[in-house]
Each structure stands twice: as C-alpha cells, then as structure tokens.
C-alpha cells in the first residue's frame, strides 16, 4: 500500500496548550487526507478532512494544514483538553477511495 | 452523523474454527465498504475493498480463502475468518463509504477477535 507516516510516535502536551501531530505521506498523485482519532478499544473516528486544492482547513478547535510541495500534513488541535487523549491517524486517499493509514501518533494530555 | 455497527463487537473461538462479523450502515447505502485489521499498537491495515454485488478486492498479502468478503446489500458486508488460528487474533474494522462523490467513509466501532 500507499506509504504513509508519522514524525512522532508519542506527544505529551500540557492541558489548555495547543497541540501538533504531523504525517508524512509518500504519494503525490493522494488528493484526500483524513485525520481520524481512535481511543482504546473504538474505531476510528472522523476529525477533519482537507483535498489536495486547499492548504488549510479549520474545524471545532481543530486546523488541518497540507503542504503539497514536500507532502506533509499536520493537525493542529488548540486548547487541547483531557478527552483529546487518543492515537490520531492521517490516512491518505489513493486509488479508487481506498486509504491507507500512517503509524499513527499517541497523544497524552497531562492536566 | 452517518452510523456504521458490526456484529459481534467480540469473539472468541477455538483454532480451527470459523468466524462470521457483519459490517452495516445504518442510516445510508455503501455500494463500497472496507475492511480493517489492527493489531494492538499498530495503526490500521487495510485488508480488502468489499464492493455490492461483486467480488472483493483485496490487498496484496491477504489471502482471500482464508477471509472471505461477502457485500450481498447496499447496507451489509461480511468477513468470515476460515480456520482461524491465535496469529488471526486482531481488532477487525470496517468502513462504508457513501453514495456520494466526496470519498467519505464512516467507520464501526470494530470487532475483537481472539482465538485460542
């Protein structure tokens, strides 16, 4: 499959600080990323979407940024609260609808 | 939002045996549903693309005997584990994708399986 990852495994952040979880992807032709967020035992669940056309995109609390040129996305969470404990997965778009899901990176919200 | 369940939500049996999980989309149609397969503290894998009315497709390393797709209904898709073994013992997750052009895929809420 497509490869997709992430620059940090773990991410501590303070409760109320504003938190980055970057991901690299591998294909240029991608033109959709999700952010998905999965707490212990759940399925994934939806947090943002961005298409290849945009740079950014904001949502509740939630901004994704994509960079194209190096192929990076990022999502910035802010005022980051106890219940934003999870593992957050970029996954990518590619071919046919399918995604494949990068690494992932835990993040631990010390209050 | 869109709601996708999957039956049971855990299972155990023994080596050897065969295991049946639903995938259903409650409240849309999914001409296209996947399946997952997580093991603990890795990220998902996709195994196979589970189309309505045709044969899936799956990815490269799975083996389509031993994971049988079944997609009969725009709202029902099932994976059927054949003559499982304890290295089958994983988190397995669908997703169904909308009838609609913006790739949305909602998740369920995955299936514990454990074989002993």
């Known amino acids: 499959g497509e490869s997709v990852g992430l620059h940090l495994p773990t991410l501590s952040v303070q409760e109320g600080d504003n938190s980055i979880i970057n991901c690299a992807y591998s294909?240029?032709?991608?033109?959709?990323f999700i952010w998905y967020k999965q707490e212990s035992g759940k399925g994934p669940q939806f947090i943002i979407d961005?298409?290849?056309?945009?740079d950014k995109r904001q949502g509740q609390r939630v901004t994704v940024l994509l960079n194209k040129t190096v192929k990076h996305l990022s999502l910035q969470i802010a005022a980051t609260q106890p219940g934003d404990s999870a593992v957050y997965f970029c996954?990518?778009?590619?071919?046919?609808?399918?995604?494949?899901f990068g690494s992932g990176t835990k993040l631990n919200v010390k209050p | 939002g869109a709601v996708v369940s999957q039956h049971p939500s855990w299972v155990i049996c023994k080596s050897g045996t065969s295991v049946k999980i639903e995938c259903r989309s409650l409240?849309?149609?999914?001409?296209?549903m996947f399946w997952y397969r997580q093991f603990p503290k890795q990220s998902l894998m996709l195994m196979a693309t589970?189309?309505?009315?045709?044969?899936?497709?799956?990815e490269q390393g799975v083996e389509k005997d031993k994971f049988l797709i079944n997609h009969a209904s725009l709202t029902l898709s099932t994976l059927t584990v054949t003559s499982a073994h304890p290295e089958d013992s994983s988190f397995y997750i669908c997703?169904?994708?909308?009838?609609?052009?913006?790739?949305?895929?909602?998740f369920g809420p995955g299936t514990r399986l454990t074989v002993t």
């Open positions: 996954a990518e778009n590619a071919n046919f609808n399918k995604f494949y």
């Open positions: 997703s169904a994708r909308r009838q609609s052009p913006n790739y949305e895929q909602y």
């Open positions: 961005i298409r290849s056309n945009m």
């Open positions: 409240d849309f149609q999914a001409t296209t």
């Open positions: 294909n240029s032709a991608s033109d959709y």
């Open positions: 589970s189309n309505e009315g045709s044969k899936a497709t799956y």
